[in-house]
């Protein structure tokens, strides 16, 4: 770039990111989503997925508690709950967990994440450590692929509904929800970037910030699909399906 964007060219360049790299277009979710996943290749995704999904609270406490600006941290903190939730109130790590509960594991042992891939651990505590060490501006853009996460919330709702007779209207509640909070909160985060970042540093910045998030989601599949899909070689001490299952109590 010779110029600063104006806030409607950086939009349009960071939608352009997502029309690009984000993770709806991994050959993975063409499988989840029509039907071709086995039950096991549903469980490795769940399984690895909960530790992206556990992370996302640490990820925005790290955010906080660097942040100066009171207005940010007002707004920021939300997101927290949203996935913590509040006394008489689940959040999304709970529904997460009614997901991995409906697909046979053990809470424990999805808690745990020792049946996680390294690549899952690594790529997770990457994206932490990212929104911890990097400015305000690239922690806030790095959010930003939740301005597309709604249309790909809706295909697996409906593909994994219509596709296997184990995925019912109560484990898929996560995403319902996700529904309504990741327009709201990308919405925030994509005008504080438009307002904040005004030169061409500052700009480029948060592009890089967006695409490193989509590559964090990206390499995540790619390493379920190496180990549970093609050429199908799980890293020793990875899940390997059977393990981790609750017990069924016998019936008395």
Same mark, same amino acid.
């Given at each position: 770039?010779? +110029?600063?964007?104006?806030?409607?060219?950086?939009?349009?360049?960071?939608?352009?990111?997502?029309?690009? +790299?984000?993770?709806?277009?991994?050959?993975? #979710?063409?499988?989840?989503?029509?039907?071709?996943?086995?039950?096991?290749?549903?469980?490795?995704?769940?399984?690895? /997925?909960?530790?992206?999904?556990?992370?996302?609270?640490?990820?925005?406490?790290?955010?906080?508690? $660097?942040?100066?600006? /009171?207005?940010? /941290?007002?707004?920021?903190?939300?997101?927290?709950?949203?996935?913590?939730?509040?006394?008489?109130?689940?959040?999304?790590? %709970?529904?997460?967990?009614?997901?991995?509960?409906?697909?046979?594991?053990? +809470?424990?042992?999805?808690?745990? +994440?020792?049946?996680?891939?390294?690549?899952?651990?690594?790529?997770?505590?990457?994206?932490?450590?990212?929104?911890?060490?990097?400015?305000?501006?690239?922690?806030?853009?790095?959010?930003?692929? %939740?301005?597309?996460?709604?249309?790909? #919330?809706?295909? $697996?709702?409906?593909?994994?509904? %219509?596709?296997?007779?184990?995925?019912?209207?109560?484990?898929?509640?996560?995403?319902?929800? /996700?529904?309504?909070?990741?327009?709201?909160?990308?919405?925030?985060?994509?005008?504080?970037?438009?307002? #904040?970042?005004?030169?061409?540093?500052?700009?480029?910045?948060?592009?890089?910030?967006?695409?490193?998030?989509?590559?964090?989601?990206?390499?995540?599949?790619?390493?379920?699909?190496?180990?549970?899909?093609?050429?199908?070689?799980?890293?020793?001490?990875?899940? $390997?399906?059977?393990?981790?299952?609750?017990?069924?109590?016998?019936?008395?």
């Amino acid at each position: 770039m010779t +110029r600063p964007m104006t806030p409607d060219e950086l939009e349009a360049a960071l939608r352009k990111i997502g029309a690009e +790299r984000y993770h709806s277009l991994h050959p993975f #979710h063409d499988r989840l989503h029509g039907g071709h996943c086995t039950r096991e290749q549903v469980q490795a995704w769940a399984l690895n /997925r909960y530790c992206y999904q556990s992370a996302i609270p640490r990820k925005d406490a790290a955010l906080i508690a $660097r942040c100066d600006d /009171r207005d940010l /941290r007002r707004e920021w903190l939300h997101r927290i709950t949203d996935h913590d939730g509040l006394e008489g109130e689940e959040g999304g790590i %709970e529904r997460w967990l009614v997901l991995t509960d409906g697909l046979g594991f053990d +809470r424990d042992y999805v808690i745990s +994440r020792k049946g996680a891939l390294p690549t899952t651990k690594f790529a997770v505590e990457a994206y932490v450590n990212f929104v911890r060490e990097k400015t305000m501006l690239e922690a806030v853009a790095s959010s930003l692929t %939740e301005l597309f996460a709604p249309n790909l #919330h809706k295909q $697996r709702i409906s593909g994994m509904l %219509e596709s296997y007779d184990f995925i019912t209207e109560k484990v898929v509640a996560y995403f319902r929800r /996700r529904l309504d909070q990741a327009p709201r909160d990308a919405g925030f985060a994509l005008d504080y970037v438009k307002t #904040h970042a005004k030169t061409v540093e500052q700009q480029q910045a948060a592009l890089g910030a967006l695409t490193f998030k989509t590559e964090v989601l990206w390499s995540q599949l790619d390493a379920l699909y190496f180990a549970y899909v093609e050429p199908g070689l799980p890293a020793p001490g990875a899940w $390997r399906p059977g393990e981790g299952m609750a017990k069924i109590e016998a019936a008395a």
